[in-house]
C-alpha cells in the first residue's frame, strides 16, 4: 500500500542548532504537506508543495520537495524553544480518493 | 470564528460499550475526515467522506462507523468490535478543488477504553 516514511522519529537539540526530518514515499506524489503538532495540541497545516524540486521557505523554516517527487524535507534554521513539537509530512497520491497519508511524525525537543 | 469543535475532550466508556464521537464544523467544507492517533505515531485515517450523503473507509474502518447526513457533522461510532480504541481521536476538514487543499483539524478527543 501507499506508505509515507519520516525519519528521525525523535530529535533532541540544543536551542540555536539547526534540525531536519526527511520524509520518503515508494511511489510519486501529486504533492506533499507539512503540519506541526504542538504538545497535547492538534495538527496545524505549515505548508503544501507541488511541484519537482520546489523549495519554499517561511522564516526559519526551509521545505524541498524532491525532483522525482518522492522526498521531502524540512529544515529549521537556529532553533527556538517555540519550535517544539512533532512535525507531520502528508503525502497526496491524487487519483479518485484524493486522500492524504501521514507520516509518523518527528518529535522535535528543544533545549533552551 | 469559524473552525471545527469536537467534544467531549476527555472520554472514558467501558469494554463493550459503544460510544459516538462529535465533529461539527462551520466552515462549509465539502470533506470531513476522522483520523486516529497512537502514541509515537502518525495519523491513520479511519473514514472520509467528500461530500454529503457519503462516505468512504479509510486504512482503519473495521469497528468503527460514521454517517454524513448534514455537511457541518460528520460524527464518528466507535464499536464493541474495535479491539484498541483507547487513542486520540482527531477529526478534520477540508475543501476539495481550492489549490492548497489544507485540512484543519479540531483539538481531539481522548478516549479511554476500561
Known amino acids: 500500500g501507499q506508505q509515507v516514511m519520516q525519519i528521525p522519529q525523535y530529535q533532541h537539540v540544543q536551542e540555536g542548532e539547526d534540525f531536519t526530518t526527511y520524509c520518503n514515499s515508494s511511489?510519486?506524489?501529486?504533492?506533499i504537506q507539512w503540519y506541526k503538532q504542538r504538545p497535547g495540541g492538534h495538527p496545524v497545516f505549515l505548508i503544501q508543495?507541488?511541484?519537482?524540486?520546489e523549495v519554499k521557505k517561511q522564516k526559519r523554516l526551509t521545505f524541498q520537495f524532491g525532483e522525482a517527487k518522492k522526498n521531502s524535507s524540512l529544515h529549521i534554521t537556529a532553533t527556538q524553544t517555540t519550535d517544539v513539537g512533532t512535525y507531520f509530512c502528508?503525502?497526496?497520491?491524487?487519483?479518485?480518493?484524493?486522500?492524504?497519508?501521514f507520516g509518523t511524525g518527528t518529535l522535535l525537543a528543544v533545549q533552551p | 470564528d469559524g473552525g471545527i469543535t469536537q467534544s467531549p475532550k476527555y472520554l472514558f466508556r467501558k469494554e463493550g460499550q459503544n460510544v459516538t464521537l462529535s465533529c461539527e464544523q462551520n466552515?462549509?467544507?465539502?470533506?470531513m475526515y476522522w483520523y486516529r492517533q497512537d502514541p509515537g505515531q502518525g495519523l491513520r485515517l479511519i473514514y472520509y467522506?467528500?461530500?454529503?450523503?457519503?462516505?468512504q473507509k479509510g486504512d482503519i474502518a473495521e469497528g468503527y462507523s460514521v454517517s454524513r447526513e448534514k455537511k457541518e457533522s460528520f460524527p464518528l461510532t466507535v464499536t464493541s468490535a474495535q479491539k484498541n480504541p483507547t487513542a486520540f481521536y482527531l477529526c478534520?476538514?477540508?475543501?476539495?478543488?481550492?489549490?492548497?487543499?489544507?485540512?484543519?483539524f479540531g483539538p481531539g478527543t481522548r478516549l479511554t477504553v476500561t
Open positions: 478534520a476538514s477540508s475543501m476539495p478543488g481550492q489549490g492548497i487543499e489544507e485540512q484543519y
Open positions: 511511489t510519486t506524489l501529486s504533492n
Open positions: 508543495l507541488v511541484k519537482s524540486g
Open positions: 502528508a503525502g497526496r497520491y491524487g487519483g479518485a480518493t484524493n486522500k492524504l497519508i
Open positions: 466552515l462549509n467544507h465539502d470533506a
Open positions: 467522506s467528500q461530500i454529503v450523503n457519503d462516505f
